[in-house]
């Protein structure tokens, strides 16, 4: 039974990870041209708008946090495995267990931190947008919910492997 969940819950977030690439590539194509009509109009026009600037750092912010999500996903993230591979296989697995609950960990703090910063953001009003400040700390909050939803995935799997006793495990 829980292989079958683990098995739905990967596909989930295989399922999230494309519909992430497709934001990701259309916020960077929009930034683009965002960018391209600033230096534009700066440079030619002698012109620049801080409203196109500012639009573009929120989308930016966007592509950097979503785009995290998706490295996460995949385990393109830093590690040490120059060191975990010179461990035995049982160490191996029972370090990848207790790394994916620190991450967990770590990733819950990070959610429940963005939501405090974005509900006092909620209050401001953004300084040269016609938007609520908040909006521009929507990005941390929205990437470090979908990064939660990642790891639980890596948590469960991680006990899996632990509790199985398979030796195969890569740490991410």
Known sequence: MSQKILVGYKRFLDLLEKGLMLVC???LAFVMIIYSIEIFTRYCLNYSSTVTGEL????MTWLYFLGFVIMFKRGEDVVMEYFFDRFP?????LIAWLTSW???VFIVVLVWKSYQFYTVASMMEHPFLPIRYSH?????FAGSILAFFISVYQVLEKT?????GKTEVVIR
Do not use: C, E, H, M
């Open 89 to 93: 296989p049982r160490v191996r697995s």
């Open 102 to 104: 620190a991450i967990l």
């Open 160 to 164: 899996d492997a632990f509790l199985k």
């Open 25 to 27: 590539t259309l916020i």
């Open 136 to 140: 521009t700390v929507q990005p941390v």
């Open 56 to 59: 573009g750092l929120i989308l």
